[in-house]
């Protein structure tokens, strides 16, 4: 299975760096982190219901969630 969609890495990115800060319920509160990930209504569900496939993904290139946020983070893709 393939990413939904183009921007999928940076959406992801996003909702990590978010949901690791611990600042929101990421379901709970989803209309306020949605504003902190700066990413739409519909990436955001994106993510959230595709989460385990794209973390797998992640894994399998990168070979954990850490290494991908620090990797990202310098590229800035």
Excluded: Q
Aim: aromatic share 16%; glycine share 4%.
């Amino acid at each position: 299975m393939t990413p939904v969609n183009e921007n999928w890495k940076s959406n992801f990115y996003k909702y990590e760096k978010v949901r690791r800060s611990g600042r929101y319920n990421m379901i709970m509160e989803a209309d306020k982190a949605i504003k902190a990930c700066g990413i739409s209504s519909r990436e955001y569900r994106d993510i959230l219901l595709n989460y385990n496939h794209y973390k797998r993904y992640v894994e399998a290139k990168y070979e954990s969630v850490d290494k991908f946020m620090r990797k990202y983070k310098k590229c800035g893709y």
